[in-house]
């Protein structure tokens, strides 16, 4: 990816490294570049939304102080998830829309996420274009005065319009669900409550207090043990875990299993199958996918096609074939037919519908997925050593020779995260005591090579 944006915006520690700075260069560049071609008469307009994050405030004026620099308009949406951003946006005709978030990291980061007047996310070449008139040509940065200025407004009923768009996708009320819903403490806690109530079930709110400190913080999507628990000793039909910034949706069936997103995944678009609403059958995952995912989806008749790991990429594969569902493990699912983004709310309502027509429990659609062992060790790399782990004989020996002796029956996956300082290595197979060994080999040989752990 680029020099500042990741596989999911620009991304870091907020202020010391995405820095105030940087936002006013971005609010301005991507005000020039997306508003360049605007044809009619009226003002160019950005939508910005927010999490909860305590630096959002920060960010975000340094962004309206960009994008009005250059004579473009800002309304601010205030806290929303994400997708709603992207759905505003389109709605209102915008020229583009801004999220101000981290979405599932730790509270002392924070990220700028771009969107086009399209509700879509920017591609690759869009986002460079930004990059380059920030880096490399900022004197073609033409900054107005006077009364040329961008003016500044509120969308005052943004949350509202949302939360009434995601209700009309529903095929049903959810009068006989109890459920437990956390929010991470994150966007959701703006809009969940008002959502699932109103289409009737029966909701146990966790984590929607936040306080600007406390944003996926022993909660949400990446710490699901509290919602495990709740749903049990409360008999809960159903747990749904967001993010921070709401674009992505677990789950836990009564027994308090977790449900990844690939089973989610696996049974909407086998509801979907049987509705005749899944275009050419087919769902869009990435190479992250459990391999009984993939067993599970060819025993029911429903073709898989795999991208790199990303959901743009799974975006981009659905919008090129006519797909209409796709998504990730990690519980980022695209449903088309609503939404152009990942939707962690618009994911529970379509969830929630298809239990109350199949009367079907989560648990028992979801019993016959295997899960194949799989295990995923981050290791922490240094700026200076992005980029080298495949150019490495010393870790790309120890693959090769990992991808030799479990065959056919394990895959290995290494890759650089592109939101965080990370080399991520995973590996799966039948055999759960060689697939332990051999993450640990690799995890090994780029600890020694690349972190300067010669111990290792």
Not at 178 to 191: F, L, W
Not at 207 to 234: A, M, Q, W, Y
Not at 397 to 418: C, F, M, T, Y
Not at 423 to 451: H, P, Q, T, Y
Request: aromatic content about 6%; charged content about 25%.
């Amino acid at each position: 990816m680029g020099r500042l944006f990741g596989t999911d915006g620009a991304r870091g520690v907020a202020i010391t490294e995405l820095t105030c700075e940087t936002a006013m260069q971005i609010g301005r560049a991507a005000a020039m570049v997306l508003t360049e071609h605007k044809t009619d008469s009226g003002r160019a307009r950005i939508f910005i939304g927010k999490d909860t994050r305590i630096s959002s405030d920060v960010l975000e004026a340094a962004l309206v102080a960009g994008i009005t620099s250059v004579g473009v308009d800002v309304q601010l949406l205030g806290v929303v998830p994400t997708p709603a951003v992207a759905f505003l946006v389109k709605k209102h005709g915008a020229d583009a829309g801004v999220m101000i978030s981290a979405s599932h990291n730790s509270v002392e980061y924070n990220g700028i996420k771009l969107f086009a007047g399209t509700g879509f996310k920017l591609p690759d070449s869009v986002e460079e274009e930004i990059e380059e008139l920030i880096l490399d040509n900022p004197q073609d940065i033409r900054l107005k005065d006077g009364c040329d200025l961008g003016r500044v407004s509120v969308l005052s009923d943004a949350a509202e319009e949302y939360i009434s768009h995601l209700e009309s996708t529903a095929d049903c009320h959810f009068d006989d669900l109890t459920v437990a819903i956390d929010c991470a403490n994150g966007s959701a806690s703006v809009t969940a409550e008002k959502l699932f109530t109103r289409l009737g079930a029966k909701c146990h709110m966790l984590s929607n207090t936040p306080d600007g400190t406390n944003i996926n913080l022993d909660c949400g999507s990446t710490h699901l043990e509290k919602l495990c628990r709740f749903v049990t000793e409360n008999k809960c039909d159903l747990g749904i875990a967001f993010d921070g910034d709401a674009d992505r949706c677990l789950a836990v069936d009564d027994s308090g299993t977790v449900v990844d997103g690939d089973k989610l995944i696996a049974v909407i678009s086998n509801y979907m199958r049987e509705k005749e609403t899944l275009n050419k059958d087919t769902a869009v995952v990435t190479v992250m996918s459990n391999l009984g995912f993939h067993q599970y989806m060819k025993k029911n008749g429903i073709n898989t096609v795999c991208t790199a790991v990303g959901d743009r990429y799974v975006l981009e594969e659905m919008l090129k074939n006519g797909y209409n569902i796709g998504g990730e493990q990690s519980g980022h699912i695209i449903f088309l037919d609503y939404a152009t983004t990942g939707d962690g709310q618009l994911t529970a309502v379509q969830l929630l519908s298809m239990l109350v027509m199949c009367g079907k429990s989560l648990y028992r659609l979801t019993f016959g997925i295997k899960d194949y062992p799989q295990i995923l060790h981050n290791v922490v790399i240094t700026e200076d050593k992005k980029g080298k782990w495949d150019k490495t004989p010393a870790i790309t020996d120890v693959i090769k020779e990992a991808e030799r002796s479990l065959g056919d029956n394990g895959r290995v996956l290494v890759r650089e995260s592109g939101t965080e300082p990370l080399l991520r290595v995973m590996i799966e197979g039948v055999d759960d005591s060689a697939v332990s060994f051999w993450v640990n080999e690799i995890v090994s040989a780029v600890e020694k090579e690349l972190c300067g752990n010669t111990e290792a």
